[in-house]
């Protein structure tokens, strides 16, 4: 990338995945047709039918692991972090680890990650890369608190906040890839870089519900797309 610019944060969204074969959320067929949100995505759903709430993320769990892998899109944010001279942080709502399997080392979960799970109680988190079921027991407690995904549920505080808002502030180019602009904080990243100076572009299928935020827009796959913003 022959870009002059020395901080660059690239916010990503399902649909950076959805090549690889990972269902977006809020696409037609997405993962929010088939299931209510309240049930499996909010600590309430958790509270009242655990069971359901970890079949969800067993399942997404067990796809992942059974024959996904990054696309043009991953692997060309992991060859920019390796060959530019600037700072480069992605920052991915995912859970999936497709960024890491292409490469790329600076990264935050800000939504959690799917191979992870936490002690309800020390919120202590393990590697898990197995069903989780709800007579599972943290091994770091002795309190019966159940293991629950380690993700970022609706009304719950996301991940990192305090790095990515530094970020942030710090940064001249932002790049946000295959996200619906829908859920916050995440959407409000652009409004964040672009008052403290950056240079903000949007790559995404479609227009997201804060497209009018960005500078520049390009709308297609991220498989084209992203190659051709960092060649
Ligand atoms: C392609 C493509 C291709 C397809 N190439 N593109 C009212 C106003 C403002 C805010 C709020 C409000 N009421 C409540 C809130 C806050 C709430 C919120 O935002 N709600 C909205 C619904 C309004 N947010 C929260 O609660 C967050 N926490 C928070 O705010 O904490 C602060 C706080 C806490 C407590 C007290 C006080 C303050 C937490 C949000 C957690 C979101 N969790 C989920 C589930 C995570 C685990 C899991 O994966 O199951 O995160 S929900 C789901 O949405 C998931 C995603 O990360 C997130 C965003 O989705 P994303 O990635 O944008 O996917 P899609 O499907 O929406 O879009 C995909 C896009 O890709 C589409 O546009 C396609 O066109 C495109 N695409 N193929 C390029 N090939």
Redesign the pocket.
Known sequence: MTFPYQHIVILT????S??SGIK????QD?LWEEHHIEDV?TPEGFERNPTLVQQFYNDRRRQLQSGVSPNLAHNALAYLEKTTHASVLVVT???DDLHERAGTHHIIHM??ELLKARCSHSQQTIDWKGDISVSDHCHCCQMPAPLRPH????????WGMGKIHEALNKADLFIS???????????GFVHEAAMHGAHTIE????P?AVESEFDERRYG???TLVPELVD
């Not at 977006?24 to 696409?27: A, E, G, I, L, S």
């Not at 993700?151 to 996301?158: A, I, T």
């Not at 890839?177 to 829908?182: C, D, F, M, V, Y």
């Open positions: 969204g399902a649909g950076i959805a090549e977006t959320f809020r696409d997405g995505a709502q995912n859970i939504h959690g993700v970022v549920w609706f009304g719950e505080m996301p890839i295959g996200t619906s602009g829908a859920v916050y904080p995440a959407a790559i995404n299928l479609e997201s796959k991220a498989s």
